[in-house]
Every structure is written in C-alpha cells, then in structure tokens.
C-alpha cells in the first residue's frame, strides 16, 4: 500500500505525512530530504552546483539511509539529519533536484526503500513519477502567506530568526523553480486528492488523510468479499 503526498514547501504535508504514517503503521519516506542530503553531499565536496556532470557525477556515489522512524537521515553513514535543514543546502536543492541524473537515482533508491513496504512517501512526483500506481495520492496545498509562517515558526524552533517576506519570497522562487524545470515538475497528478491546509491545524490534515484512507481501503475490502 503506497499513500503518496505531494505539494509545494511549507504546505503541511511534512508534519502531515509522519503522523498520518504513524497512525496507520506505515513506512515515512521523505524524499525531500533525499535530495536536501544528495546537496549536502555536493556541498561538503565543494562542487559548484552549477556543475550537473560534477554533481551528477557526485551524487551516483552517495548511500542514504534512514533511521526506522524515517526521521533521521544517513549520509554515507553520517548522520546529516540537522545539516541538511541548513540554509546552504535550501538555497542550493532545487538546482541540485532539477537534473535529470540526480533523480533517476533518487527515484531508484526511493523505490528500493519503500516498494515492498506500506509506506506513506512524501515529495513532489510521488504521485506522478515515483509511484503512478501509488493506492491513494493527495495534493497538499496552502496559501503563500500561511506557508512562510508555518515556515517562520519551524526555523524559530531550529534558532533561526528570518522575516515572513524573506520566507515569502524564497518560497516564491523554490516554487518556480521547483515548478518549471524540465524533469518532473511540482504538479498535481490528476487522480490526486487536494487538500487545502490553509485554515486547518494538524491534526484535521492528519484524520482527514487518514479517514481517507480507512474508508476507501474498508471499501474495497468489501467489494473484493463480494465478488
Ligand atoms: O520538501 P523539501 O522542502 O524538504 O524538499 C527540498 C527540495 O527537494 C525541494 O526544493 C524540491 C526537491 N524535491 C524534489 O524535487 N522532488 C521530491 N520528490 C522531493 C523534493
């Protein structure tokens, strides 16, 4: 069983997919973090990431592992988990994430880890390109200004004091970014579920996803008894 969560920075689907993974006993994947560690990689070799053959070149040859929780992150054994949330590696991943190399190998490794498992993945082309197939696909989105206040309070809680309009219009260029480039843009696969998490808290995100999901699984479970 594979829950895919897709949406733009800063839109909830984060904190919403480790708990919505937790309540059903499922696998976290956050491929986000992936790609965060892949630049992290980059950046400790001192690679411009400009350079897609030195970065791709770089990336090929990186292990990434997971804790069994899915929220600490292994970079060839080292664990980059608090590094990797860093502002260096924010300005940099969405170059790093937009070559075509760089996410064969993360599509690859990601459908190494949670193929066999059920597993709650979250990113960008979860639903599109990772896991077509995926059971249930959600879109989750936000308004801009509820986002870079999430974001604000998330970087707070890290000691890093930044304004709402910095995050604003950093959210504003990763998403054109991150929306644009030629291999697997953010965008909505058209079987998704959106959910718009601007006026709900946490938890709402989290029952609704998972009542989602129950409701549909109990559905088909029954339809299969009676065929
Ligand atoms: O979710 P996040 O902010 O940690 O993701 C970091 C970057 O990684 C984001 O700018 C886009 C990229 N990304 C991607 O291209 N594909 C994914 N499946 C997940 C993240």
Redesign the pocket.
Same mark, same amino acid.
Do not use: H, M, Q
């Given at each position: 069983m594979i829950v895919a969560i897709d949406g733009p920075?800063g839109s909830g689907k %984060?904190t919403t997919a480790k708990g919505v993974a937790e309540k059903l006993g499922y696998l976290y994947l956050d491929? +986000?973090?992936m790609? @965060?560690a892949a630049t992290a990689a980059v950046l400790a070799a001192s690679i411009d990431s400009d350079d897609e053959l030195a970065v791709s070149d770089c990336v090929e040859t990186i292990e990434i592992d997971f804790d069994e929780t899915g929220r600490l992150i292994f970079l060839n054994g080292e664990d980059v988990s608090q590094t990797i949330r860093g502002q260096e590696v924010t300005q940099n $991943? %969405?170059t790093v994430?937009a070559y075509p190399q760089v996410r064969k190998r993360m599509v690859f490794m990601q459908r190494g880890i949670a193929g066999h498992r059920d597993s709650v993945v979250e +990113?960008?082309?979860?639903g599109t390109v $990772?896991f077509p197939d995926a059971d249930f696909k959600f879109f989750i989105v936000a308004s801009i200004e509820e986002r870079a206040e999430r974001r604000q309070k998330d970087l707070a809680g890290l000691g890093v004091d930044q304004t709402v309009n910095d995050i604003v219009e950093d959210l504003k260029r @990763?998403d054109a970014l991150?929306s644009s480039r030629d291999v %697997?843009p953010l965008t909505k696969s058209e079987d998704a579920l959106e959910v718009d998490t601007t006026s709900m808290n946490i938890k709402q995100q989290i029952d609704l996803i998972v009542r989602h999901v129950r409701d549909r699984s109990a559905r088909k479970e029954t339809q299969a008894i009676g065929e």
């Open positions: 920075a %984060s491929t +986000g973090a790609y @965060r $991943v %969405s994430s +990113g960008r082309d979860i $990772v @990763r991150d %697997s």
